[in-house]
């Protein structure tokens, strides 16, 4: 017991499970698109606000010098955290779809020509996608998907006689929003090595919930939100290595990214403020720090276990009601914590409505993969996602308050 | 359980009737005019068919797919429509409008007939949307 | 007396004031760089995060509703703190950088080119010149200054002999960061579209200390950021005439900013949104509202003549101390609330140092505006700059202290 | 003043003394190796020549404009290169960043004569690098 983490002690450090909603206490199943906020997170941002803010860098005031080294300080967090080589491989930015765009401008936009491919899954979030379909049509180059098998997963032999020399980018979930399912992101990096492809890694789902080290990874980019992990909204992360970094453009142009400019001309900064143009997300920087403290002091081993142990009981429980379909792999040991799931005789949306009012909150709708939800037959879809404060007791209301509501709906 | 005591405010048993009984649910073969919409946010999606003679709807074909309301909303606009004066529909329409994002004064809501049946989505903004993705392929359907 | 702001009362709403620097309270005179916060703005962010966390649009569950009926809230408070025509035309950023980044990527990037002119000011921050510097090399376009006269202040008579027809766009800083004279945005702008050219107005400084009507200045664009104006760090905002924006590309791509997407395509959402690519920065938007909320409850007419009062008295103090120079106009007629100031004797960075000793914070370096600087035949500068929990007695202690340390440097 | 007490720890007379009559202040006519260096954030700009005879620094020349750290450590480094021999002088280099930023053992402190007086600085991280900018400027001579 002592091996594994405690939901109930956790849900006491995240204020938010002290409201109920309609009178009932808040079940948060909708982690997969942000997840709550521990005391501590939301006191970092207090006790910066109270205490030191000021603008970072070159304030030789007491209240700049704090501001700077926390700010710093949380970098060297985010760089332990993913096991980084270089606290230069760290960049800030808004969020994971940010990260993707910075990679997408600054580095696709020069190295792909016409002619060049690069390939994602068909399970992208719609920030994986988007971008790629902007710049491959700006250039020239050909968007492709990375096959499937017959289970629908990842084929990475049928891939590997897809890629070649011409192959330049693989960009590709490592846990999809929509199934849960984890790609192999191993086989991935060597093929894509092979042919002399760099690969971005969408991080969003997986760095919150799983031990990550990119050096052991290899990955080229890696992107991330701080609000999937316990962190504020508005602050995500890029890690790309170094020496990649050093031949990319910055992205976007201002203050803090410069060394020296003229009226005529300008000089980068040093890595990794390079791309980090204008006044930094200081305070989120800094709270982004404090989750990742949290997490580590779970360790992530245990929060990957105990989602792997919920999504086993989720999926053992939701085979007793029959009008359920299980989207994707019902493998527990092939996902993380995410459940997407169709009722037969009710729509997403009235299924969400009516959970709400048992103070269930589960998220319903396209999820950012709508080529994905289409692709199986449906417009909409409904999703359970799990984090360290969930527990089984959760899940049993969940699957409860569903056979209530079939009651509802369709026997009335 | 009570629970559903609110949810009945939206999902009132004549909705969940014509949720699982739509009315004009079929596709017509000279339509005079027809329209596709959808919420792609949420995936609902209405077709709409219709005969005009003289300025009334003679014929009304429905389909689609999506949630309870949107669904009950298209099939009751049907039996709205059908039968009736363009012009008084599209009176009707911004009625059923003002009662769900306004403030539709008491003595006009007899007019709306087995519309007021919806009045209990207006409890829930978020899905007055779906009541009303019917009704403005509708209003689309007539001025373009 | 009634009708002043009273900057002892306004200092009790600040927590920070409660702390001591080296054993002294805090004089904070380093806010163009960025404010301090009032206890709302910081409760709104613990509020957020303790009651209504939840990822905005399309959720159906009660947090994601209550989330974004108060991110669309704080938006309106923004339209009308600047009163735009309409919510649409409130884009939100991460800062006054990325505002004018977003810009010169979706708007100049397409519309500028070979033998184009655009303007900006000798006066302007890095992040006003930098994306220019680049966009113009980019697209083959001439960068061009508008002229300055005798005194240094903009020359709109030099400058209409200057633009012409083959000019698409100005962008121009509403005050400077460094002198904080004002710039004569109504005559620019008349001129700017008398030759069908667009203006684009940096109000970083100007946003937070003055009433602004966007509809009477009938700018095409403006940039501000919310942590220089009480907010917190991390989130920006560009104004942009729906018109304009409405023919503007997306800048960044992913969730949130589409409609609608297939494998092979993706159409866009509506404005604002189309603008905002992935999960917004929800709490800092909406505490962005909280601040404007407490500015308005003062009054943007109280808070400029309180910074005019301010500025007026310290340059009457400042001519007593006979090493100081004042970088740009002694008029305070012209300026908003900065001071910047080279001792003949001390460096910068010595006065910096020795005034953090006494509790009293400025900045100094280059203030990101390099080339302005130096024009001054400078490499560095000292600044003071005010806001509303600023008063003269902070004034006093400075120019007290700066004598102080004059003795310690230059006697000693 | 008190204030001043916590000062006095980084500017000592010494420092105040190389800022106000700097040492080896002048241009030299056919230097065998000069450098400028500056730090554009503070703009502390610092201009080094030298003649090199067998290994010694032989004449030297200072010139720059920055903070008191800057240019008193230009100053107190230019006496400490004078006449000696480089690599005892890049020696000289690494204790003396060692001071500075990271921990410097009490024994070999002697040897840093009156480099010393820069000590102080180490507890104003944000000046380190004014206190280092000539010395880094030397190296980088040396070593291109
Ligand atoms: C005039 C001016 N423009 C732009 C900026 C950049 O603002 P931010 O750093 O918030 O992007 C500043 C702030 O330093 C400024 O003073
Ligand atoms: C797999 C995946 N990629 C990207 C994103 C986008 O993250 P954000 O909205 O924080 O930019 C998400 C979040 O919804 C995601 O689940």
């Not at chain 1, 142009?253 to 204008?278: Q, R």
Request: charged share 25%; proline share 4%.
């Amino acid at each position: 017991m002592n091996n594994n983490l405690d939901p109930m002690n956790i849900k006491n450090d995240f204020p938010i499970f002290k409201r109920t909603i309609n009178g009932y206490p808040l079940i948060y199943l909708d982690n997969a698109a942000t997840t709550q906020k521990p005391q501590s997170v939301i006191d970092s941002l207090s006790s910066y606000y109270r205490n030191s803010n000021a603008n970072v860098f070159r304030g030789v005031h007491t209240l700049s010098i704090e501001a700077t080294d926390l700010y710093d300080l949380a970098r060297q967090k985010v760089q332990k955290f993913i096991n980084a080589k270089n606290f230069q491989e760290i960049i800030y930015t808004r969020n994971t779809s940010e990260s993707i765009n910075l990679v997408a401008y600054s580095w696709a936009l020069k190295n792909l020509t016409k002619g060049d491919k690069m390939f994602i899954s068909p399970f992208e979030h719609h920030s994986n996608l988007v971008p790629w379909q902007q710049i491959c049509r700006k250039v020239g180059a050909q968007l492709l998907y990375i096959p499937l098998d017959d289970s629908g997963a990842i084929d990475c032999d049928k891939f590997s006689s897809l890629i070649d020399q011409n192959t330049k980018l693989i960009s590709v979930t490592h846990m999809s929003n929509v199934l849960g399912e984890i790609s192999p992101i191993k086989d991935l990096t060597e093929l894509a090595h092979r042919f002399g492809a760099l690969i971005m890694i969408d991080g969003a789902q997986s760095v919150p919930h799983m031990p990550i080290d990119v050096q052991e990874m290899n990955c080229d980019f890696l992107a991330f939100s701080s609000h999937k992990m316990l962190g504020p909204t508005g602050i995500g992360v890029l890690y790309a290595k170094k020496e990649i970094l050093e031949i990319m453009d910055p992205f976007l142009f201002g203050g803090d990214m410069i060394s020296e400019v003229t009226y005529e001309d300008a000089k980068w900064n040093d890595l990794p403020y390079k791309f980090e143009a204008g006044t930094p997300n200081i305070a989120d920087a800094i709270a982004t720090g404090t989750a990742i403290d949290y997490l580590q002091n779970i360790g992530m081993e245990k929060v990957f276990d105990h989602e792997i142990n919920l999504v086993s009981y989720a999926l053992e429980k939701f085979s007793s009601l029959e009008n359920i379909d299980i989207l994707g792999s019902q493998d527990p040991s092939l996902k993380g914590g995410v459940i997407s799931f169709n009722h037969k005789f009710i729509h997403p949306h009235d299924l969400g409505t009516a959970l709400d009012r048992f103070g269930i909150a589960i998220r319903t709708g396209h999820h950012c993969a709508m080529p994905l939800i289409r692709s199986f037959g449906l417009v909409a879809a409904s999703r359970a996602s799990f984090y360290i404060y969930n527990d089984n007791e959760d899940i049993d209301k969940l699957i409860d308050s569903i056979s209530d509501i079939e009651d509802y709906f369709i026997n009335e | 359980m009570n629970e559903f005591s609110e949810l009945d405010e939206m999902y009132r048993e004549v909705i969940l009737d014509h949720y699982h009984s739509p009315r004009n649910n079929k596709s017509l073969d000279n339509p005079t005019k027809e329209i596709e919409s959808n919420n792609p946010f949420c995936g609902d999606e209405i077709k709409l068919q219709v005969k005009i003679q003289d300025g009334i709807v003679t014929e009304i074909g429905l389909s689609g797919r999506g949630c309870a309301i949107s669904q009950a909303s298209a099939s009751l606009m049907g039996e709205a429509l059908l039968k009736n004066n363009i012009n008084d529909s599209l009176k009707l329409y911004k009625d059923f409008r003002e009662l769900l994002t306004g403030n539709l004064p008491e003595d006009q809501m007899d007019d709306l007939g087995d519309l007021i049946a919806l009045e209990g989505v207006k409890k829930f903004p978020i899905r007055v949307k779906c009541a009303l993705l019917s009704w403005s392929a509708f209003n689309d359907l007539i001025e373009v």
